[in-house]
């Protein structure tokens, strides 16, 4: 089993509609989490981080579920410009120097 | 400055070929990171400096050689490369080197220097 599990899509979303996608994890000794987004041949960009108490930024909303070991991603409104594939992305702590570990990441395809 | 530079932004060089790839940031981040990145799949880990010290290997090949000269640079020095070595190379850095650093605030990445080997 993958340690951070995505659903690969593509989740092709109409201008304007909401999408929202999972991540689950292995190690319950993860200890934060992140949404990155990377567009083609481009480097991730930290999209946000994710709290234990869900957080918003603009149109994103994130959502840590610990119990259940996912963090989840929904975008309202999507725009073109949300097309991209989005990392889930998991910090296992200090005892683990920090290490990332990388979803294989969802694609999103906003249409006109 | 909020950014991580990386240079050269493409490179084509053959396989007897001895190159280096340099990262560089203003931060004041203590932990840089080397990934590699093939197409349509997530980044990999290659090295960690903490403290401008390496912390991890991540059982890279010999012919990948990472260097700190400083706590704003880090360079990958390349020898003898396959074809199959070629992909992204994505360095990252964040904010101490006591692998907390990306607890809160995540890691910055550069753009990487997309390698190829011919």
């Known amino acids: 089993r993958k340690e951070v599990e995505q659903d690969p899509g593509p989740f092709n979303v109409p201008e304007g509609a909401t999408v929202a996608f999972n991540c689950t994890y292995s190690n319950s000794a993860s200890q934060s989490f992140f949404w990155y987004r990377q567009d083609c041949r481009k480097e991730p960009k930290l999209l946000m981080s994710?709290?234990?108490s869900g957080n918003e930024d603009g149109r994103f909303t994130a959502q840590l579920n610990r119990a259940s070991q996912y963090i989840s991603l929904l975008i309202r409104d999507s725009k073109l410009s949300d097309s991209a594939t989005y990392l889930c992305?998991?910090?296992?702590?200090?005892?683990?120097?920090?290490?990332?570990?990388f979803g294989a990441g969802t694609q999103v395809v906003v249409t006109p | 400055d909020t950014e991580v530079t990386q240079t050269p932004k493409h490179l084509v060089m053959g396989m007897t070929n001895k190159k280096s790839l340099k990262c560089e940031q203003h931060?004041?981040?203590?932990?840089m990171y080397w990934y590699k990145q093939k197409a349509k799949k997530p980044p990999e880990l290659m090295f960690v400096y903490s403290y401008e010290k390496l912390s991890i290997n991540e059982s890279v090949p010999s012919r990948f050689s990472p260097e700190c000269p400083n706590s704003s640079l880090l360079n990958l020095h390349l020898h003898a490369l396959q074809p199959e070595d070629s992909a992204l190379y994505l360095c990252?850095?964040?904010?101490?080197?006591?692998?907390?650093?990306?607890?809160?605030?995540?890691?910055?990445f550069g753009s990487g220097t997309r390698l190829t080997v011919v």
């Open positions: 931060m004041g981040h203590r932990a």
């Open positions: 990252a850095s964040s904010q101490d080197g006591t692998g907390q650093g990306g607890l809160d605030y995540g890691y910055t």
């Open positions: 992305v998991v910090n296992l702590g200090p005892d683990s120097w920090g290490k990332l570990q």
């Open positions: 994710v709290y234990s």
